[in-house]
């Protein structure tokens, strides 16, 4: 799929796709077209799709890498690391609405989140338990 989706993008310059899941709640939800172009560079904040163990994901930079990203969805724990070479462009628009620039202090607080899980154990439950998980929900996640 991934080859596909390049492929394409490459071809016509810009590539809707059809959101799933929860991830990128309360920003992205299921069933959102997503308008995606490749770019050059991609900066923290930006929402990008990529292939990650063999899927095919949309979250957002939370940071830059001397390799590559760090990417998380705004409404999950993990980080992804993700190399240049895995990014199949970003999000543009979402429902033909072009996609405005989000805080920094969202971007931060959503790697905050993503840390916490790793010191945590990589258990979702204690994490979202604590206070820091807490505000964050309560600030920018829920609607």
């Given at each position: 799929m991934f080859?596909?989706?390049?492929?394409?993008?490459k071809k016509r310059?810009?590539?809707k796709i059809t959101a799933k899941g929860v991830s990128m709640?309360?920003?992205v939800r299921e069933g959102d077209t997503v308008a995606i172009k490749e770019?050059?560079?991609y900066n923290?904040?930006?929402i990008i799709v990529f292939s990650y163990e063999n899927q095919i994901l949309m979250h957002r930079v939370v940071r830059?890498?001397?390799d590559g990203y760090w990417a998380k969805g705004d409404n999950s724990f993990r980080i992804e690391t993700v190399s240049y070479d895995k990014i199949i462009g970003?999000?543009?628009?979402i429902n033909d609405e072009t996609i405005k620039a989000v805080p920094g202090s969202f971007v931060k607080a959503s790697l905050d989140i993503g840390i916490?899980?790793?010191?945590?154990?990589?258990?979702?439950e204690q994490t979202k338990l604590d206070k820091q998980y807490l505000k964050y929900r309560e600030e920018y996640l829920d609607v």
């Open positions: 080859r596909i989706m390049k492929t394409m993008l310059g810009l590539l709640l309360p920003f770019k050059v560079a923290t904040g930006d830059k890498t001397a970003a999000a543009e628009a916490l899980f790793i010191r945590n154990g990589f258990d979702a």
